[in-house]
């Protein structure tokens, strides 16, 4: 939350200018949907980390599932729109990324909600907040499914970067913005994915829900 009140303080002018002052949109709306969301994340995990009562965990926890995996679309949709710009908007890209979205938004939200009814909260006095126990679970396979779809991003954005860098009429401050930090991008979304899948085989998911 500091890291992001940090980056909230040093982008706020450019967010105002460029953003507030607009008309709205369905881009605005996502964009300061997916921006403010982490402030009602904030407060849940408040409410679970200093919380005592232990009928509450499970929904605090449902809720905070569907900020997180809302959160996350929104932001894989951000970054779709600057793929398929970078196709002109191709129709096949445009089909196939929606699908994917589609689809992965349904699983991922349905497997976690699957996974919450055999998970068991509880609290351990003098400590706070909503502790669990939780065997056999899928979620690495999410992050897996997540992998996988970010390793497809890349390869559709590295195409047209490489082909673009190889013209000599094209080495411009619009490839070098678009393109080339799109790709740099992906490549850091991809080494967090892999740190993501690591932590997941490795760690118990107990882990995982009461830090989520």
Not at 105 to 128: A, D, G, K, R
């Amino acid at each position: 939350m500091v890291i992001t009140v940090y980056e909230w303080m040093i982008t706020l002018d450019m967010e105002i200018r460029l953003i507030w002052r607009c008309k709205w949109s369905f881009t605005k709306a996502v964009y300061l949907l997916n921006r403010y969301l982490v402030i009602a994340d904030f407060v849940l995990h408040c409410f679970r980390s200093y919380g005592e009562y232990v009928p509450a965990c499970k929904p605090l926890f449902q809720a905070t599932a569907v900020i997180y995996i809302v959160g996350l679309f929104l932001s894989e949709y951000t970054l779709a729109v600057r793929v398929c710009v970078v196709w002109k908007m191709n129709r096949i890209v445009i089909a196939f990324l929606t699908s994917v979205c589609v689809i992965g938004f349904i699983w991922t939200l349905t497997s976690f909600f699957i996974m919450l009814h055999s998970v068991e909260f509880f609290t351990f006095p003098p400590f706070s907040g909503c502790l669990s126990e939780i065997e056999g679970s899928t979620l690495w396979i999410n992050y897996l499914l997540l992998l996988i779809y970010d390793v497809a991003m890349l390869v559709l954005i590295a195409y047209p970067t490489i082909r673009g860098y190889r013209s000599i009429y094209e080495h411009t401050d619009l490839v070098k913005h678009v393109y080339v930090e799109g790709v740099l991008f992906y490549v850091y979304l991809l080494v967090v994915d892999i740190v993501c899948v690591t932590l997941q085989l490795a760690l118990p998911d107990d882990i995982f829900l009461f830090g989520m």
